[in-house]
């Protein structure tokens, strides 16, 4: 039996696909919205295990994704482990619409044509932040009206439902990954969104403001007591690449890490390796005489404030039940090697 992924092309996904070709034997249905970036993405492995992946031109929000009926027919009764990883990591208001088009629609469809292919397990790869506005993440559904930050949340926290409502029908997992960054050997990352949308902000803000005024410092409101929960993303593939095999039905877990970096420290290792020392990090309480270039660079990062400014705790006791007697040692990030992730975003600029 095969297996079924949407999202390949994107970070994540591309890496969760060259471990399932590595770990399994199985064929693979690689679900693509522009067929050039998936055949991009084939090339990128050697050639016996080209043979084992299939393309298929689709989107998540047209109905049957767009395939053919001889398409669909041929998938029925092939797909052991379907994989839902496709969505639009944007955080936004004002991009509610796509959001909740893509993540949530897109999911609802993507559960009635798994289901309709007899898809024998459903993956689908969440967020630990539809957590929302709670101190602390526990492995479980969260009400499906808890108070959220943004569409992004809201989106993914209303889906986690819809996964389960199927739990008659296909063995559904849920993993929630924390902010993914960069390989932690390579520090090699293939993503504009989260962590590193961030830094491409602080980066443009650099070059277009702070140059011209090299004197001057920008102050940014950040929280001492916040934390960055940061999981490297062969970290994350390594465990998503288990829901195929070992994970457990009806089972929600978290990917996210035991000992999150402080963010003072996360925001200087950023302003180290941006070369950026007029960059100040200050309390909110400090925040009151901001001038109107730092609240423009504030602003322009806002959607990341409930990131810079939460320290939230996770616990990961499935995560940690399901990694015993792997390959895969439970997270341990130390300072250094997230400082060469970072540094590795801006060195390969
Ligand atoms: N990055 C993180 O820090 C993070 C953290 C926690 C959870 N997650 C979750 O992990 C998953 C993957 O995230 P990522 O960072 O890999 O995102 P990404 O790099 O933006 O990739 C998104 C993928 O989804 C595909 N996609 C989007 N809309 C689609 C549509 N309508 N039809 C078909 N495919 C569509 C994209 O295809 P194209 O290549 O055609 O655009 C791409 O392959 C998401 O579900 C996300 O919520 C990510």
């Not at 808890?146 to 439902?161: A, C, G, L």
């Not at 020392?277 to 806002?302: F, S, V």
Request: proline letters at 4%; zero cysteines; hydrophobic letters at 35%.
């Amino acid at each position: 039996m095969a297996i079924f992924l949407t999202g390949s092309t994107g970070f994540v996904g591309g890496r969760l696909l060259k471990n399932l070709l590595n770990d399994t034997d199985q064929q693979l249905f690689v679900l693509v919205r522009n067929m050039s970036k998936g055949e991009e993405l084939v090339q990128t492995f050697p050639e016996e295990q080209q043979k084992r992946i299939t393309l298929l031109r689709g989107d998540i929000t047209a109905p049957e994704f767009g395939l053919t009926s001889s398409t669909l027919s041929m998938l029925q009764n092939q797909i052991q482990t379907f994989y839902h990883l496709a969505a639009v990591v944007k955080f936004d208001e004002h991009l509610r619409d796509e959001i909740f088009s893509a993540n949530y629609d897109g999911t609802k469809n993507t559960l009635k044509i798994a289901h309709q292919l007899r898809a024998k397990r459903f993956v689908y790869v969440s967020t630990a932040y539809t957590v929302g506005k709670r101190e602390k993440g526990i492995e479980q559904l969260y009400p499906i009206n808890d108070d959220v930050h943004n569409p992004y949340e809201e989106s993914k926290v209303q889906s986690e439902h819809l996964v389960f409502d199927y739990k008659e029908d296909m063995e559904v997992i849920i993993f929630r990954p924390a902010i993914i960054v960069g390989d932690s050997k390579t520090g090699e990352a293939d993503s504009k969104f989260t962590l590193y949308g961030f830094m491409r902000a602080l980066d443009v803000f650099k070059r277009r403001v702070a140059r011209k005024h090299p004197e001057a410092t920008y102050r940014l409101i950040g929280d001492e007591r916040a934390t960055s929960n940061v999981v490297p993303v062969d970290y994350v593939a390594n465990i998503l690449a288990l829901g195929a095999t070992s994970a457990k039905p009806n089972t929600i877990y978290h990917i996210t890490n035991p000992q999150p970096t402080n963010n003072f420290k996360s925001l200087q290792f950023v302003k180290d390796a941006l070369d950026f020392p007029q960059l100040e990090i200050i309390q909110p309480h400090e925040a009151d005489d901001l001038t109107e270039t730092e609240r423009a660079l504030n602003d322009m990062i806002g959607v990341f404030k409930p990131y810079l400014t939460r320290d939230f705790v996770f616990d990961d006791s499935n995560t940690q039940q399901l990694i015993e007697g792997t390959s895969i040692e439970h997270l341990s990030l130390d300072d250094e090697t997230y400082r060469m992730i970072i540094e590795a975003y801006f060195q390969a600029k």
